[in-house]
C-alpha cells in the first residue's frame, strides 16, 4: 500500500501512524476478513501495491491499538487477554485476535475493544454481533470451553456530556460495556461455516476467470431512495417519505410553497470508497453507468 502525507505531518508523527504490530499467524483467513464482503477482500488483496492511504487516516485505528495495549497490560489473573486463536474449517485455518476473556466456573465472558463513536452504539452494529459470536464459535472449538456472554467495551472518541446530561437515548458515559446478542452453537457453528464456504467459491470463481460474487446491499451499507417534502427555497426538508405518493399528499396539504424532492438511494460504502477499491469494482462501476 502507498502511504501519503497531504498535510505535512512530522516524521515523529508519520512513524508513529505507520508502525505495525498486527499479526495473523499462520492461517489463511482472519474472522475480520471472513465476515466481510468476498468481493472486497479479494479486490484489496489484488490491488494492494496499488491502494493509497494517507497518514492521517489512521489516527483512529493507532489510538485504537494503544487503547488495546493499555488495557492487554492491565489484566490480572482472572482475564486472559490478547489470545489469538485458531480452528481449522473446509481445509482453511481461521484466526481470531479475542480482546479479553473471563474464565468463570459457567463458561467463559469474551469481550471486545472497540474505539467508535456515539452513533454506533445508540444504533448498534451488525458486524460487532458476526464478529462476537465467531469469536465464541473459536473459543468452543478450540479451547473447549462454553462461551456464556458476548460484550463490546465501546469507547466513543465523539462522546459529549452536555449530550448526555440532557438526551435520554445518549450514552451515559465516554466508555460502556455493551452486551452483544449471542447465538446458539448451532447457529455460530453454520455461519462460520457458510462464511468460509463462501470466500472459498469466490477464490475459485476468481481463479478461473469469473466475476466476482457481488456485495449486497447490507455490505454496500446501501440506502433507499427517499421523497423529501422541502419549502421552496429550503434545503432541509420539512418531512422525509419513502414513497412519492406520500410525499406528494403531504406537500398538497401544505400548499403551494411546498415542493417534493425526489433523493436516489445511494450505496454509502461504494460512493464514499469506505472499501477502498470502488475503482477496481465492476459492481460499482455499472452502479454509476446505471445512474
Not at 446458539?184 to 462460520?192: G, I, M, N, P, R
Not at 427555497?233 to 406528494?248: C, L, Q, R, S, W
Request: proline share 3%; glycine share 4%.
Amino acid at each position: 500500500m502507498k502511504l501519503t502525507n497531504k498535510y505535512g505531518l512530522p516524521q515523529p508523527v508519520v512513524t508513529a501512524l505507520t508502525r505495525s504490530e498486527y499479526t495473523r499467524g499462520e492461517s489463511n483467513r482472519s474472522i475480520t476478513q471472513l465476515i466481510d464482503a468476498p468481493r472486497v477482500r479479494i479486490l484489496k488483496q489484488e490491488h494492494h501495491d496499488e491502494l493509497t492511504e494517507d497518514v492521517s487516516e489512521k489516527l483512529w485505528a493507532v489510538l485504537g491499538t494503544g487503547v488495546h495495549k493499555m488495557f492487554e497490560n492491565s489484566a490480572d489473573d482472572s482475564h486472559i487477554s490478547e489470545e489469538r486463536l485458531f480452528i481449522e474449517v473446509d481445509g482453511w485455518v481461521i484466526s481470531g485476535a479475542i480482546d479479553l476473556q473471563k474464565i468463570e466456573n459457567d463458561g467463559v465472558i469474551v469481550s471486545d475493544y472497540k474505539t467508535t463513536s456515539v452513533w454506533s452504539v445508540i444504533f448498534g452494529k451488525i458486524e460487532w454481533e458476526y464478529q462476537l459470536n465467531c469469536y465464541a464459535a473459536l473459543v468452543r472449538r478450540s479451547k473447549g470451553l462454553k462461551v456464556k456472554s458476548l460484550k463490546v467495551i465501546a469507547m466513543m472518541r465523539d462522546w459529549k456530556a452536555s449530550e448526555a446530561e440532557f438526551k435520554q437515548d445518549y450514552p451515559k458515559a465516554p466508555i460502556l460495556e455493551i452486551d452483544i446478542p449471542m447465538w446458539t452453537e448451532a447457529e455460530q457453528d453454520v455461519y462460520l461455516d457458510n462464511r468460509v464456504k463462501l470466500h472459498q467459491q469466490a477464490e475459485f470463481e476468481r481463479l478461473v476467470g469469473s466475476e466476482l460474487p457481488e456485495c449486497s446491499d447490507k455490505e454496500r451499507w446501501a440506502k433507499e431512495p427517499t421523497w423529501a417534502v422541502t419549502k421552496k427555497g429550503n434545503k432541509k426538508a420539512t418531512k422525509v417519505f419513502d414513497n412519492p405518493e406520500e410525499a406528494h399528499a403531504f406537500a398538497k396539504e401544505q400548499g403551494d410553497a411546498f415542493e417534493v424532492i425526489f433523493r436516489a438511494g445511494v450505496s454509502t460504502r461504494c460512493a464514499g470508497n469506505w472499501c477502498r477499491v470502488n475503482e477496481w469494482c465492476t459492481q460499482y462501476q455499472k452502479s454509476i453507468e446505471n445512474s
